[in-house]
């Protein structure tokens, strides 16, 4: 681009120059290159000079690298960044802290010199606080080539506290009574949110009515006592940790005291010298003491010369020498310093020396097998000084196993004593009077423990052991077995009976007979012997008012039986109503018969025996007994024909000789009728029909005075070949 032809004449007439002026360069102009060119014709080849453009520049811009919120804690290290850019050549960093420049920090410069970093290490104290950070870009080859940025620190810090009496108050010069505030000043950021105060290291609480104000930043005390004297502290608390006020001793001036405990008695002989010491606490130290004496009969001061004083140590000591009996009584010790005389004297007695008092509330511990340990209270010592003393005997034998003597204390410790002794303790206060009485105590060592091992026995059985045991486990093999075959035996004869024996239940009545509905048994008791028979008592059955049929021989029916019938036949009143039965038995089948000799015995018993049916399926061969009479004594009663069908009950032992199919049909919630006593009452009986089918019950009754109940029949077809007995 061409920015200027024009030349100007030179010194020589040759010589042509030109000048180029370049105003206001910029950044762009950096390395800018100027070529100035010179041609005299068309055919010679033009010259030319060139010049580059090199430029200083300033830095374009300087920034802390830190958000300018962010607070810093005191005493933590940091490190904070500064970077400059656009300086040619690169600017030097420097660091500054309200205007005093700073050394510890580092600097880097870019490969292309455009940029410079710099890193300040800081470490902040309370004292930075709002202080100022500058870091300063600097090119020096250029005026006012210098650019800053600046931060303003925010230091966090545990609270400083000062602590100090209220600006009136005379440190020195406070007594009981007065009224005392402290003042805490705390220097905190942030702001401190909870501030204690402390008295001798234990916290204070508000308490006005007791005279203690607590504040945030102050504490009053109204009519300070004493007690109260002693050092004050506050506590500041922040986010950065708890900070400490130094410390305030509060002096409080009062009158002297007594110091407890000190010794009130001394005993001591005529024309020998009792220390009689006086010791007081006081604020500040007795400047004088005074002492008195009182022998009941007069008191009097007791001479200076008598007594000396030792205020540093707030005591008096009195040299007090008895002569007569009169000397003694009661010394009296005041006390004076600044704040006054002492209000209350300390009192002091004096008397003839005498023994000690006996040791008491004796305790004994650490008893181990060899040792053990004793302590004692202690009494009066008499007015002289006294020393303790232990002795330890056997109490078995009596003989003296220890003696110890104890000078400060009633304390002892007792070793090399034998184990497991039983031990008598006899304790002394002893002084130069005397002992005192003595003070009895028991104790023991331990036992050592035994070491008690062997070979244990092993168990042996002999041969009468072992045959005894064998005896009893073939005895026990026995029982369990006869056990298990009639438990088997009784079970099988309970599923499906084959021969059951007479059963004999007790007679119920005949309210107990017709109570329930639910009484409907389907097995029918029987007698134990194949000659069936009928015994009972002589009451309590529903059979009572019903004869026996007609025909019957009176050998063919047992003694029990006719007495049965007979009883029955006397209850009327009960009976006369009672339904006939209705075709009961078909054909009867053959049963093998046994003997009933035992059973026909007369044996009047309070027990009825129901007679057997013995019921079997009917076969083809199976023929059918036209009429089968039942046989018994005439005069009782007869039983009617079965209806139609040739069939009868065989009652007191005859065999069955046919095979039939037996079907029973028993009522059992029918009322008896109410019938004549002079009547018969005849069974009207019914057999079953050849076809092995069952046909209605057809019930008889004989003058029925009572309303006829519904019947409910019970019908159990067999139908099983095996021979079943109900």
Same mark, same amino acid.
């Given at each position: 681009?061409?920015?200027?032809?024009?030349?100007?004449?030179?010194?020589?007439?040759?010589?042509?120059?030109?000048?180029?002026?370049?105003?206001?360069?910029?950044?762009?102009?950096?390395?800018?290159?100027?070529?100035?060119?010179?041609?005299?014709?068309?055919?010679?080849?033009?010259?030319?000079?060139?010049?580059?453009?090199?430029?200083?520049?300033?830095?374009?811009?300087?920034?802390?690298?830190?958000?300018?919120?962010?607070?810093?804690?005191?005493?933590?290290?940091?490190?904070?960044?500064?970077?400059?850019?656009?300086?040619?050549?690169?600017?030097?960093?420097?660091?500054?802290?309200?205007?005093?420049?700073?050394?510890?920090?580092?600097?880097?410069?870019?490969?292309?010199?455009?940029?410079?970093?710099?890193?300040?290490?800081?470490?902040?104290?309370?004292?930075?606080?709002?202080?100022?950070?500058?870091?300063?870009?600097?090119?020096?080859?250029?005026?006012?080539?210098?650019?800053?940025?600046?931060?303003?620190?925010?230091?966090?810090?545990?609270?400083?506290?000062?602590?100090?009496?209220?600006?009136?108050?005379?440190?020195?010069?406070?007594?009981?009574?007065?009224?005392?505030?402290?003042?805490?000043?705390?220097?905190?950021?942030?702001?401190?949110?909870?501030?204690?105060?402390?008295?001798?290291?234990?916290?204070?609480?508000?308490?006005?009515?007791?005279?203690? %104000?607590?504040?945030?930043?102050?504490?009053?005390?109204?009519?300070?006592?004493?007690?109260?004297?002693?050092?004050?502290?506050?506590?500041?608390?922040?986010?950065?940790?708890?900070?400490?006020?130094?410390?305030?001793?509060?002096?409080?001036?009062?009158?002297?005291?007594?110091?407890?405990?000190?010794?009130?008695?001394?005993?001591?002989?005529?024309?020998?010298?009792?220390?009689?010491?006086?010791?007081?606490?006081?604020?500040?130290?007795?400047?004088?003491?005074?002492?008195?004496?009182?022998?009941?009969?007069?008191?009097?001061?007791?001479?200076?010369?008598?007594?000396?004083?030792?205020?540093?140590?707030?005591?008096?000591?009195? %040299?007090?020498?008895?002569?007569?009996?009169?000397?003694?009584?009661?010394?009296?010790?005041?006390?004076?310093?600044?704040?006054?005389?002492?209000?209350?004297?300390?009192?002091?007695?004096?008397?003839?020396?005498?023994?000690?008092?006996?040791?008491?509330?004796?305790?004994?511990?650490?008893?181990?097998?060899?040792?053990?340990?004793?302590?004692?209270?202690?009494?009066?010592?008499?007015?002289?000084?006294?020393?303790?003393?232990?002795?330890?005997?056997?109490?078995?034998?009596?003989?003296?196993?220890?003696?110890?003597?104890?000078?400060?204390?009633?304390?002892?410790?007792?070793?090399?004593?034998?184990?497991?002794?039983?031990?008598?303790?006899?304790?002394?206060?002893?002084?130069?009077?005397?002992?005192?009485?003595?003070?009895?105590?028991?104790?023991?060592?331990?036992?050592?423990?035994?070491?008690?091992?062997?070979?244990?026995?092993?168990?042996?059985?002999?041969?009468?052991?072992?045959?005894?045991?064998?005896?009893?486990?073939?005895?026990?093999?026995?029982?369990?077995? %006869?056990?298990?075959?009639?438990?088997?035996?009784?079970?099988?004869?309970?599923?499906?009976?084959?021969?059951?024996?007479?059963?004999?239940?007790?007679?119920?009545?005949?309210?107990?007979?017709?109570?329930?509905?639910?009484?409907?048994?389907?097995?029918?008791?029987?007698?134990?012997?194949?000659?069936?028979?009928?015994?009972?008592? %002589?009451?309590?059955?529903?059979?009572?008012?019903?004869?026996?049929?007609?025909?019957?021989?009176?050998?063919?029916?047992?003694?029990?039986?006719?007495?049965?019938?007979?009883?029955?036949?006397?209850?009327?009143?009960?009976?006369?109503?009672?339904?006939?039965?209705?075709?009961?038995?078909?054909?009867?089948?053959?049963?093998?018969?046994?003997?009933?000799?035992?059973?026909?015995?007369?044996?009047?018993?309070?027990?009825?025996?129901?007679?057997?049916?013995?019921?079997?399926?009917?076969?083809?061969?199976?023929?059918?007994?036209?009429?089968?009479?039942?046989?018994?004594?005439?005069?009782?009663?007869?039983?009617?024909?079965?209806?139609?069908?040739?069939?009868?009950?065989?009652?007191?032992?005859?065999?069955?000789?046919?095979?039939?199919?037996?079907?029973?049909?028993?009522?059992?919630?029918?009322?008896?009728?109410?019938?004549?006593?002079?009547?018969?009452?005849?069974?009207?009986?019914?057999?079953?029909?050849?076809?092995?089918?069952?046909?209605?019950?057809?019930?008889?009754?004989?003058?029925?005075?009572?309303?006829?109940?519904?019947?409910?029949?019970?019908?159990?077809?067999?139908?099983?070949?095996?021979?079943?007995?109900?």
């Amino acid at each position: 681009m061409l920015l200027d032809s024009k030349d100007e004449p030179g010194e020589f007439p040759s010589l042509r120059r030109n000048a180029l002026i370049v105003r206001e360069l910029s950044r762009a102009d950096l390395h800018a290159v100027f070529t100035c060119q010179a041609s005299n014709n068309n055919i010679s080849q033009p010259v030319s000079a060139s010049v580059a453009i090199e430029m200083h520049l300033k830095p374009l811009s300087v920034a802390i690298l830190s958000n300018e919120h962010a607070p810093l804690s005191a005493g933590r290290k940091y490190d904070i960044n500064c970077m400059t850019v656009g300086s040619r050549p690169p600017a030097k960093l420097s660091w500054y802290m309200d205007g005093k420049k700073l050394s510890n920090y580092t600097e880097k410069v870019s490969q292309d010199g455009n940029m410079t970093s710099s890193t300040l290490i800081l470490k902040p104290t309370l004292l930075d606080h709002d202080k100022v950070i500058t870091c300063r870009a600097e090119n020096f080859e250029i005026q006012r080539g210098i650019v800053e940025d600046t931060w303003k620190l925010n230091v966090f810090f545990v609270p400083i506290l000062h602590l100090e009496l209220g600006s009136n108050m005379n440190p020195d010069d406070i007594e009981e009574g007065d009224d005392v505030y402290f003042e805490c000043k705390v220097h905190a950021n942030p702001g401190a949110y909870k501030v204690i105060w402390r008295h001798n290291g234990n916290i204070i609480q508000n308490n006005a009515k007791n005279g203690v %104000i607590v504040q945030q930043y102050g504490l009053a005390l109204r009519e300070v006592n004493r007690s109260q004297a002693g050092n004050y502290t506050c506590i500041a608390s922040n986010v950065e940790g708890d900070g400490y006020s130094n410390t305030v001793e509060l002096k409080i001036m009062y009158k002297p005291i007594c110091l407890p405990d000190q010794k009130r008695i001394y005993g001591v002989a005529r024309h020998e010298d009792a220390r009689v010491t006086c010791s007081v606490e006081a604020y500040p130290s007795p400047d004088s003491f005074r002492w008195t004496f009182n022998n009941t009969e007069e008191m009097v001061d007791v001479p200076q010369a008598r007594y000396k004083n030792s205020t540093r140590h707030s005591q008096s000591i009195l %040299i007090y020498r008895p002569i007569t009996e009169m000397d003694y009584g009661t010394v009296f010790c005041w006390a004076s310093n600044t704040a006054g005389q002492q209000k209350n004297a300390c009192i002091f007695h004096i008397i003839p020396a005498g023994k000690p008092e006996s040791l008491y509330n004796c305790t004994l511990s650490n008893q181990t097998t060899d040792s053990l340990s004793v302590e004692c209270c202690v009494g009066f010592d008499g007015g002289q000084p006294q020393h303790f003393l232990l002795e330890v005997f056997d109490q078995h034998t009596g003989v003296l196993q220890a003696n110890i003597t104890s000078e400060e204390n009633a304390v002892f410790t007792v070793h090399g004593l034998q184990s497991g002794k039983i031990l008598n303790m006899v304790l002394y206060a002893v002084n130069a009077k005397g002992r005192s009485e003595p003070t009895l105590l028991e104790g023991f060592t331990l036992k050592i423990a035994e070491k008690q091992t062997g070979i244990p026995v092993p168990f042996e059985i002999s041969p009468l052991l072992g045959g005894l045991i064998g005896v009893v486990t073939a005895l026990l093999f026995v029982t369990i077995t %006869i056990l298990i075959a009639m438990k088997i035996r009784n079970e099988r004869r309970t599923q499906r009976p084959s021969d059951l024996p007479l059963k004999k239940s007790t007679a119920p009545s005949s309210e107990d007979l017709y109570d329930t509905e639910d009484r409907n048994p389907d097995v029918v008791p029987i007698n134990k012997g194949s000659d069936y028979q009928l015994t009972g008592s %002589i009451s309590g059955t529903p059979l009572a008012t019903q004869n026996t049929p007609d025909g019957l021989t009176a050998t063919s029916l047992s003694i029990q039986q006719v007495t049965h019938l007979q009883g029955l036949s006397s209850y009327p009143h009960e009976y006369n109503n009672y339904p006939a039965l209705s075709r009961i038995i078909q054909t009867i089948p053959s049963c093998s018969a046994r003997s009933t000799n035992k059973e026909s015995s007369p044996n009047l018993s309070d027990e009825v025996t129901y007679a057997e049916l013995c019921l079997t399926r009917p076969s083809a061969l199976s023929t059918l007994v036209s009429d089968t009479t039942l046989t018994g004594a005439s005069g009782i009663g007869s039983l009617s024909t079965l209806d139609g069908y040739g069939s009868g009950v065989i009652v007191g032992g005859k065999p069955c000789t046919r095979e039939a199919t037996i079907y029973a049909c028993i009522d059992h919630n029918a009322r008896p009728l109410k019938i004549d006593p002079s009547s018969t009452s005849p069974f009207t009986l019914a057999s079953l029909s050849t076809r092995n089918t069952f046909r209605d019950c057809n019930v008889s009754t004989m003058n029925n005075k009572h309303p006829t109940r519904e019947i409910v029949t019970v019908r159990t077809p067999l139908i099983s070949t095996q021979e079943s007995c109900v």
